[in-house]
Structure formats: structure tokens, C-alpha cells
């Protein structure tokens, strides 16, 4: 698809490298970094980068087969992946099993781990001035970022994905506790699932152990987090 795999650097993030290759085309290049809170904590993670490609390659390759629409063209192999240039949606759709992590902080009265008798999906708005705050369906819809069938088709999606996700991991012993998916629009104005799957991602355990971001997020050195990706990938048969 792409002949050298390089294009201009459009963006840098704390985990990511975006790179412009035409104008329907972009390369996004996983970094051997781990970071948390907001980058205060940051590690160099040989490994890490391709770990996470190769689990994102899987996960939306996986998804496409159930017909999800995502971004996902071509994996040079190693820590790139090509990908649709799409307009995104500035905001983070989370889906929830189990509640953990910020679902706990404002919702105490929950007990940790708890099963939710349905998934819950929310909305955070992608603001890192702001600490992507939980937003309302109705703030979505005013502020003008989808209209309500758009809506309806992404929490649909996500839902979907969660099914999807939720079955294969049990399948092989392994427990989808939340994830976070981002979204844009196609040149024809199609909803279509972008960005990463991965562990930095998603919160899974094995009998009750982390094989995710939570690791590092919990203190664990960045080589531990590298190890944990190595075994879910061993697991789910990730090449
Ligand atoms: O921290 P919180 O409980 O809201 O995270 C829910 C899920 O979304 C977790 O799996 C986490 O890894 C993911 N997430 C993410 N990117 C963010 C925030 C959360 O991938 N900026």
C-alpha cells in the first residue's frame, strides 16, 4: 500500500507519532513509550510499540470480520500502521463491564469489580486541559459533534464491539473489564471506529491479574508492563 512507510509528521502524542501520507491516508506509528496521569509518569518500553500495533492490527482486523467498519488498511509489520485520514470526533466512547478505574472515583457506592447488569457506555470529551471530562449525550448533540442517529449508530457500534471483544477474550480464560474506542468520518460521511485497541486501551485479567496499562498505572516498571502485552498476545494468538 505504502511503498517506504513514511510520510510528514503531523502529530505527536505521549504513546503515538501521526504521519501524513496523502490525503486519504495516514501512518500512525505506536512509540516504545508508556506514560500515565496525564505523562507525569513516563517510561521507555522496548517493545511496547509493536506489542500494541500488532494487538490493534488484530482487534480491528477481527472486528472488520464481524462487518465493524474501522480504519485499518496495512501493518508494515513491525510499530506502523496505515490507516483511513478520517475527521475525528473529538471524544472518547468507554464501555464498561465491571466497574474499575474512574467509573469508581465519581460512583463510590459501587463495589469494585462489580458486574454491571448491562454494559455501561459513556462520553468523555478529548481535552487534555481539561482531564477529558464525562460529558452528557445531550452536550454531544448541542455542541454540535454528531446528531442523535450518528449517536445512536456509535453507542450501537460500541456495544457491538464489547459483545464481540467480551466473547473472544472469555473464550480463551481472559475477562474484558472496560475499554475506550474513538470514532470519525469517512470522506462519505460514514461512521467509521479509528485509532488503537490495545492494552493501553483496555483493562483485561487473567485470574484476577492485569494484562494492561493498569500494570504501570499500579507502579510496575515498564518491562513488566512489555511482558504482560508479550503474554496477552501468546494467549489471544497474536502474531
Ligand atoms: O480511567 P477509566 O476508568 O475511565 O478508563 C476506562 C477505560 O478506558 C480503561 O480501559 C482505560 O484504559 C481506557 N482509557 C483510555 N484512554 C483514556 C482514558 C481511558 O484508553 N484517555
Avoid: C
Avoid at 72 to 79: A, E, I, K, P, S
Avoid at 136 to 156: F, H, K, P, R, S
Amino acid at each position: 500500500m505504502v511503498d517506504n512507510w513514511v510520510g510528514e509528521l503531523i502529530y505527536e502524542g505521549k504513546a503515538k507519532r501521526v504521519y501524513k501520507v496523502n490525503d486519504e491516508l495516514l501512518i500512525m506509528e505506536f512509540k516504545d513509550e508508556v506514560t500515565a496521569f496525564d505523562g507525569a509518569r513516563k517510561e521507555h518500553a522496548p517493545g511496547k510499540g509493536r506489542l500494541a500495533a500488532a494487538q490493534t492490527v488484530f482487534f480491528m482486523q477481527l472486528l472488520g470480520k464481524y462487518g465493524i467498519r474501522n480504519h485499518l488498511v496495512d501493518w508494515d509489520g513491525d510499530r506502523k500502521i496505515l490507516v483511513k485520514s478520517l475527521r475525528m470526533i473529538p471524544i472518547e466512547v468507554i464501555v464498561r463491564n465491571y466497574a474499575y478505574g474512574s467509573f469508581l472515583k465519581r460512583m463510590p457506592l459501587v463495589k469494585p469489580l462489580t458486574k454491571f447488569r448491562k454494559p455501561l457506555v459513556e462520553f468523555h470529551l478529548k481535552s487534555d486541559e481539561l482531564h477529558d471530562p464525562l460529558i452528557t449525550t445531550d452536550d454531544i448533540i448541542e455542541a454540535g459533534l454528531v446528531n442523535y442517529g450518528q449517536l445512536n449508530e456509535i453507542i450501537n457500534t460500541a456495544l457491538r464491539v464489547n459483545s464481540i471483544l467480551s466473547e473472544f477474550m472469555a473464550s480463551r480464560g481472559l475477562t474484558l473489564v472496560d475499554f475506550k474506542l474513538e470514532f470519525g468520518f469517512d470522506k462519505s460521511g460514514n461512521i467509521v471506529l479509528a485509532d488503537e485497541i490495545s492494552g493501553d486501551t483496555m483493562r483485561i485479567l487473567i485470574n484476577g491479574r492485569h494484562l494492561d496499562k493498569e500494570l504501570f498505572r499500579k507502579g510496575a516498571s515498564a518491562l513488566d508492563l512489555v511482558r504482560a502485552y508479550e503474554e496477552m498476545n501468546r494467549l489471544l494468538n497474536i502474531p
